[in-house]
């Protein structure tokens, strides 16, 4: 999902994301799905609608989203290692129920593990979730938004990327800077969940990843590689 959205999930959406992006900065999209955009003109995260069966041959999929097993009484965390350096997010579980669950669910199940941060914005947000790396893939099956919260979008909040309305999947994005701020003025995307302030050297390091053009005005194509290397949930 770019950012909020992946870049391919983007027919609708696109448009509807140029003119935000023109008025309140960039934004997290899919290729399937839209996303916002920050002042420099990126585009906002969004998913793509939709991978090929060629590129999704390799990963896991399935046909709906899964049943709810997380207790929200409970407090949940991932500890996420990537290649850059580990940090953990405080998840949501009472305010964005459906969407830790199935946060909690793809990475017990390894989905994350080895999925690159596709979309890297360093004023705005780092990208990932897309097993086939280009913002058009996903897990199978999209479920729906869970936008009322207490939460705002600031450095540090991890959020869904999609491709419109209930088009969640597996892409999110971490805020890393403070043109995220401007997706407080359209909050389209789930916020489940918050980096620690100990992990934040780490996601400033991924936001420092060299970039260039890959389809959209604002670079945002990493030069080079930068992945999930796994997440472990803990639950307290």
């Known amino acids: 999902m770019n950012l909020l959205k992946p870049a391919k999930l983007l027919p609708l959406t696109l448009i509807a994301l140029t003119m935000l992006a023109s008025a309140c900065g960039n934004k997290p999209t899919e290729t399937a799905g839209g996303t916002a955009t920050p002042k420099s003109g990126a585009t906002a995260p969004a998913a793509s609608a939709a ?24 407090n949940y965390q991932a500890e996420v290692t990537t290649s850059k350096g580990s940090f953990t997010i405080d998840l949501y579980a009472k305010e964005a129920p459906k969407t830790v669950n199935n946060f909690v669910f793809l990475s017990k199940e390894g989905f994350y ?8 914005i360093k004023s705005f947000m780092i990208q990932t ?35 419109g309305p209930n088009t969640n999947g597996s892409q999110f994005f971490i805020c890393s800077g403070d043109d995220c701020a401007n997706l407080n003025q359209m ?16 996601i400033a390091k991924i936001a420092d990843t060299p970039v260039e053009k890959g389809g959209e ?18 639950e307290k």
């Open 51 to 74: 991978a090929s069966p060629a590129a999704t041959a390799a990963a896991k999929q399935w046909s709906k989203a899964p049943d709810m097993t997380i207790d929200t009484n409970k």
């Open 217 to 234: 005005a604002t670079p945002s194509k990493p030069k080079e590689k930068v992945t999930i290397n796994s997440i472990t949930i803990k």
């Open 187 to 202: 909050p389209n995307y789930t916020i489940f969940g918050k980096v620690t302030q100990e992990g934040m050297a780490t």
């Open 113 to 120: 593990n080895n999925v690159t941060f596709h979309r890297i």
């Open 129 to 163: 979730g897309d097993p086939q790396g280009t913002g058009m893939g996903g897990p199978g099956y999209k479920f729906a938004d869970e936008l009322k919260t207490t939460h705002k979008y600031e450095p540090g909040t991890v959020a869904m990327a999609n491709s």
